[in-house]
Structures are given as structure tokens and as C-alpha cells.
């Protein structure tokens, strides 16, 4: 599935992301949901930029990809991580790592650096097996905060969140997160909300959005 069309009818259809995430209920039971949701996810629009859309949302031919993205860190809140690619599951969600320490990057559409589009990043917040994940320091993450991605290349790439949100995991702007148009930016998800005991999992996807900074 080289494109993100696909994928993103087969998400609306199911109605559902990371609906394995979480699990456990550990996060909201030992920490609660962190702070209010804030900021306006801004309107990204459409890409200026000419060109045939690849795997990786870059443009081409004749624009070098970025390099893959390796760590994701948010020093103020306590958040670093591996950052592995990920593609599609089974049910036809976003697929995440197995090991809640890592964070999953989705492949198929924009890498961070690129000039357009999307770039998502996703994982567990916690795990029946395995404890607490890397993501769920992301409920620390407010706007006006900072994080980096660094590439396999070395290079560090500063983001400014702009936006946090709490939203069903029935009603996620799919089109929206995942576009690989419009402006550059970077999305980073997990669960939260309440945790549904029976379900066992939680109700809601906690967004981050972020604005590359200027070098």
C-alpha cells in the first residue's frame, strides 16, 4: 500500500486508531489525564509545492527524501524515545511497535523534514504486560513546548507544540492527521481519556500538534 488514500478510507471506515493502545489502565489510574486540552489545531491547508507525491510524503523526483526518523524527545516532560517505522495491522489501523517503550512512525506518509504534509508518530501508553509506555509522558506536553525528532542522519529537527486534544477515538479527523499535504507538521498520538475496564482500553486518543521551529 504505497499511498495514504487507501489506509485512510479503511481507518474511517473501521472508525478506529491505536485501539489496541493502552490496555492496562495504569496511566489514568496512577497519574490521571494531565492538564486541560488547549490550543487551536491551526488549518494547515493545502501544499503549494508541485510535484508527485512518494512514499515518505516528500515530493519527487528531484527532491531528496529526509532521512528516517530515529528518537523523539520532549525534554519538559521527561519524554525520549526510540522512534521505529510502522505501516498498517490487520484490522487496518495504524500498526504500533509491540514494545510500549517505542514509538511508531507511519511510513507511509510524510517523514518529519519533509515540506509537507503530516509527519505521525504514535504509541502505547501503557501495556497489561509491560508496564507504562514511552507516550505517556505526552500528557505532560502542552503548547508552547518544545520537542525534537532526530533523524537517521544526525540531524535534529526542533518542533513548537501548537495544540493538544482529547478526542473519541470514533471521531478522529483521519483526513486531517494524516494528510500529506499542506503545511509541515508534526503529530504525535496515544490514548487517554477514561479507560473502558470492560473494552479494556481507553476511550480517547490524546493529539499533539507541532510547528517545525525556525533553525
Same mark, same amino acid.
Given at each position: 500500500?504505497?499511498?495514504?488514500?487507501?489506509l485512510?478510507?479503511?481507518?474511517?471506515?473501521?472508525?478506529?486508531?491505536?485501539?489496541?493502545?493502552?490496555g492496562?489502565?495504569?496511566?489514568?489510574?496512577?497519574?490521571?489525564?494531565?492538564?486541560?486540552?488547549?490550543?487551536?489545531?491551526?488549518?494547515?491547508?493545502?501544499?503549494?509545492?508541485t510535484?508527485?507525491?512518494?512514499?515518505g510524503g516528500?515530493?519527487?523526483?528531484?527532491?531528496?527524501?529526509?532521512?528516517?526518523?530515529?528518537?523523539?524527545?520532549?525534554?519538559?516532560?521527561?519524554?525520549?524515545?526510540?522512534?521505529?517505522?510502522?505501516?498498517?495491522?490487520?484490522?487496518?489501523?495504524?500498526a504500533?511497535?509491540?514494545?510500549?517503550?517505542?514509538?511508531?512512525?507511519?511510513?507511509?506518509?510524510?517523514?518529519?523534514?519533509?515540506?509537507?504534509?503530516?509527519?505521525?508518530?504514535?504509541?502505547h501508553?501503557?501495556?497489561?504486560?509491560? #508496564?507504562?509506555?514511552? !507516550?505517556?509522558? /505526552?500528557?505532560?506536553?502542552?503548547? =508552547?513546548?518544545r $520537542? &525534537? @525528532?532526530?533523524?537517521?542522519? +544526525?540531524?535534529?529537527?526542533?518542533?513548537?507544540?501548537?495544540?493538544?486534544?482529547t478526542?473519541?477515538? #470514533?471521531?478522529?479527523? !483521519?483526513?486531517e /492527521?494524516?494528510?500529506?499535504?499542506? =503545511?509541515?507538521? $508534526? &503529530? @504525535?498520538?496515544?490514548?487517554g +481519556?477514561?479507560?473502558?475496564?470492560?473494552?479494556?482500553?481507553?476511550?480517547d486518543?490524546?493529539?499533539?500538534?507541532?510547528?517545525?521551529?525556525?533553525?
Amino acid at each position: 500500500m504505497p499511498g495514504s488514500s487507501r489506509l485512510l478510507l479503511v481507518l474511517a471506515v473501521a472508525g478506529l486508531i491505536m485501539t489496541g493502545a493502552g490496555g492496562a489502565g495504569l496511566w489514568r489510574a496512577a497519574t490521571g489525564d494531565g492538564p486541560a486540552d488547549n490550543g487551536h489545531r491551526p488549518s494547515f491547508g493545502s501544499s503549494t509545492a508541485t510535484g508527485r507525491r512518494t512514499a515518505g510524503g516528500a515530493l519527487g523526483p528531484g527532491t531528496a527524501l529526509p532521512a528516517p526518523p530515529v528518537e523523539l524527545a520532549a525534554p519538559s516532560a521527561g519524554l525520549h524515545a526510540v522512534v521505529v517505522p510502522v505501516g498498517v495491522d490487520p484490522a487496518g489501523a495504524m500498526a504500533l511497535p509491540g514494545d510500549v517503550s517505542r514509538v511508531g512512525w507511519y511510513r507511509y506518509g510524510a517523514r518529519p523534514g519533509s515540506h509537507a504534509g503530516s509527519a505521525v508518530l504514535a504509541g502505547h501508553v501503557d501495556s497489561r504486560e509491560r #508496564g507504562i509506555g514511552a !507516550l505517556e509522558a /505526552l500528557r505532560h506536553v502542552s503548547p =508552547g513546548d518544545r $520537542l &525534537t @525528532v532526530r533523524l537517521a542522519d +544526525g540531524r535534529g529537527l526542533r518542533y513548537r507544540a501548537v495544540s493538544r486534544e482529547t478526542i473519541g477515538k #470514533g471521531s478522529m479527523p !483521519l483526513k486531517e /492527521l494524516f494528510a500529506r499535504d499542506g =503545511g509541515p507538521r $508534526l &503529530t @504525535v498520538i496515544t490514548c487517554g +481519556g477514561p479507560f473502558d475496564v470492560r473494552a479494556r482500553r481507553y476511550r480517547d486518543n490524546l493529539v499533539i500538534t507541532a510547528v517545525p521551529m525556525r533553525p
